[in-house]
């Protein structure tokens, strides 16, 4: 059939408005993904969505969360970090709208990674409301509960945390090897404020304290002083206390309101030789059930411990937190030649060097933890194994911020798939030969009856 030039005329139009029409669709859908973002979760439990907890922390925020990596384009043993990191911050990214990410390669921009104080390579810094926080990928520390966590106390806002000074005491925000600076500096980032208190002086412990750290005085605390810290204990106040070796220079009265037990000795582990490590450092082995271990199965060290445990009429609920030297032992001291136990002097392990006390006092929830190990927290042993994290976690629980949350990993179940030898044969075969056969003939057959 011939077309007339009207019917040409008709079919050029409708060519026309189907292409403006095809055009309007796609600026349209173009559009609509600009402005609307949804997607769907349809992994097996929804592994790739956040939980209803991380969701909740986020919805409470109110105010932009900025988080800047400093991550080079091509780290030496890792690669490009920026990729992993960009899809873990993905759905915090989704579920707020203004949390935002960049990236600052420390490699090209150097004093800007030197003026945030970062430590190794694809570290984390989240700003919010003014108060930041960081976060160490390399060192495990990139997952949804550690992240979700920071947020809780990026939100709360600042807490103050008193550290005993005066007598000798390792130091929240020293330098030296034997001070806790570097602890201090990551608690200031989580949201602490410190400050150091000097007894001899004030005329008491705050009450608004969140806790109060002493860290191995050196010379002996005065019985005023002590008085001060066992009222501020009876009245409801949370203590974390460093035990060093040796004498406790007049903080007996303090073990005593406690119901402590510190026999001398330093712990000796033949395990820490293995890898490379004194006899002196005791490697955790097993962890409690209480609040600040529940799930924690990293590894930690404390160097010259020395062991702790409760008399039976403690007035405090004790819980174990840290046991070390499954077959090690407690010796009088510093082991000297060739590590051998002595059955008549050394007492066997396993050896619990950190407790949990709580109690109920005058309406408020008490709390204590007590690590025989000043320099489990110093600045010179504060990176081996998870020392840090544990350390946080005890600061945490003692600030009594039931808020922290702790998120279970959703687990998902086998998805692979396992073939016997003659199916992945059969499959292998097919998608190789069969099927490309199978549309080379479909193909001629279209062919030839297209042809007839």
């Given amino acids: 059939?011939?077309?007339?030039?009207?019917?040409?005329?008709?079919?050029?139009?409708?060519?026309?408005?189907?292409?403006?029409?095809?055009?309007?669709?796609?600026?349209?859908?173009?559009?609509?993904?600009?402005?609307?973002?949804?997607?769907?979760?349809?992994?097996?439990?929804?592994?790739?969505?956040?939980?209803?907890?991380?969701?909740?922390?986020?919805?409470?925020?109110?105010?932009?969360?900025?988080?800047?990596?400093?991550?080079?384009?091509?780290?030496?043993?890792?690669?490009d970090l920026r990729a992993p990191i960009r899809r873990?911050?993905?759905?915090?990214?989704?579920?707020?709208?203004?949390?935002?990410?960049k990236f600052i390669?420390?490699?090209?921009?150097?004093?800007?990674?030197?003026?945030?104080?970062?430590e190794s390579d694809g570290e984390m810094v989240v700003a919010y409301r003014g108060r930041t926080a960081t976060l160490q990928p390399l060192k495990g520390e990139l997952n949804e509960q550690t992240f979700t966590n920071l947020l809780v106390r990026l939100a709360r806002g600042p807490r103050l945390l008193l550290y005993l000074d005066g007598d000798g005491e390792r130091n929240l925000e020293g330098r030296a090897n034997y001070d806790l600076g570097d602890f201090g500096r990551r608690l200031k980032a989580a949201?602490?404020?410190?400050?150091?208190?000097?007894?001899?002086?004030?005329?008491?412990v705050p009450a608004n304290a969140a806790a109060?750290?002493?860290?191995?005085?050196?010379?002996?605390?005065s019985r005023g002083e002590v008085d001060k810290i066992v009222r501020y204990v009876r009245r409801g106040g949370h203590l974390l206390w460093l035990i060093d070796q040796g004498s406790l220079h007049g903080l007996g009265p303090i073990a005593d309101a406690l119901g402590l037990v510190l026999p001398p000795g330093v712990v000796?582990?033949?395990?820490?030789?293995?890898?490379?490590?004194?006899?002196?450092?005791?490697?955790?082995?097993?962890?409690?059930s209480q609040a600040i271990t529940?799930?924690?199965?990293?590894?930690?060290?404390?160097?010259?411990?020395?062991?702790?445990?409760?008399?039976?009429?403690?007035?405090?609920?004790?819980?174990?937190?840290?046991?070390?030297?499954?077959?090690?032992?407690?010796?009088p001291g510093i082991p000297q030649g060739p590590l051998r136990f002595d059955r008549l002097r050394d007492i066997r392990g396993p050896v619990t060097v950190a407790l949990a006390l709580e109690r109920k006092a005058d309406g408020h929830d008490s709390r204590i933890v007590v690590v025989g190990s000043g320099d489990f927290l110093s600045n010179s042993y504060l990176g081996n194994g998870a020392n840090l994290n544990l350390g946080l976690n005890m600061v945490d629980w003692l600030a009594n911020d039931?808020?922290?949350?702790?998120?279970?990993?959703?687990?998902?179940?086998?998805?692979?798939?396992?073939?016997?030898?003659?199916?992945?044969?059969?499959?292998?075969?097919?998608?190789?030969?069969?099927?490309?056969?199978?549309?080379?003939?479909?193909?001629?057959?279209?062919w030839r009856r297209r042809r007839r």
Avoid: C
């Fill in 1 to 79: 059939m011939k077309a007339d030039s009207r019917t040409r005329r008709q079919l050029a139009l409708q060519d026309g408005l189907f292409l403006v029409l095809y055009l309007a669709v796609l600026g349209l859908v173009g559009y609509v993904t600009q402005v609307d973002h949804r997607q769907w979760d349809v992994t097996q439990n929804g592994r790739n969505s956040l939980t209803s907890q991380s969701r909740h922390v986020l919805g409470a925020m109110h105010g932009p969360v900025t988080v800047t990596i400093y991550a080079a384009p091509q780290d030496p043993r890792y690669g």
């Fill in 88 to 101: 873990f911050l993905a759905p915090y990214a989704r579920a707020k709208g203004n949390f935002d990410v």
């Fill in 105 to 118: 390669d420390p490699t090209a921009n150097p004093q800007a990674a030197r003026t945030a104080g970062i």
């Fill in 191 to 204: 949201g602490f404020t410190l400050d150091r208190l000097d007894l001899a002086l004030a005329q008491d």
């Fill in 212 to 221: 109060l750290v002493i860290a191995g005085p050196t010379v002996d605390v």
């Fill in 268 to 288: 000796v582990d033949p395990a820490a030789v293995n890898i490379g490590a004194p006899p002196t450092f005791a490697l955790a082995t097993s962890y409690g």
């Fill in 294 to 331: 529940r799930g924690f199965d990293l590894d930690t060290v404390f160097p010259l411990a020395r062991a702790i445990s409760a008399r039976p009429d403690t007035p405090f609920k004790v819980s174990p937190l840290v046991e070390v030297a499954q077959n090690g032992w407690v010796a």
């Fill in 402 to 446: 039931e808020r922290l949350i702790s998120i279970v990993p959703l687990p998902t179940r086998d998805a692979g798939l396992h073939l016997t030898r003659t199916w992945a044969a059969v499959i292998s075969i097919g998608f190789a030969f069969a099927l490309p056969l199978a549309l080379a003939v479909t193909g001629v057959v279209v």
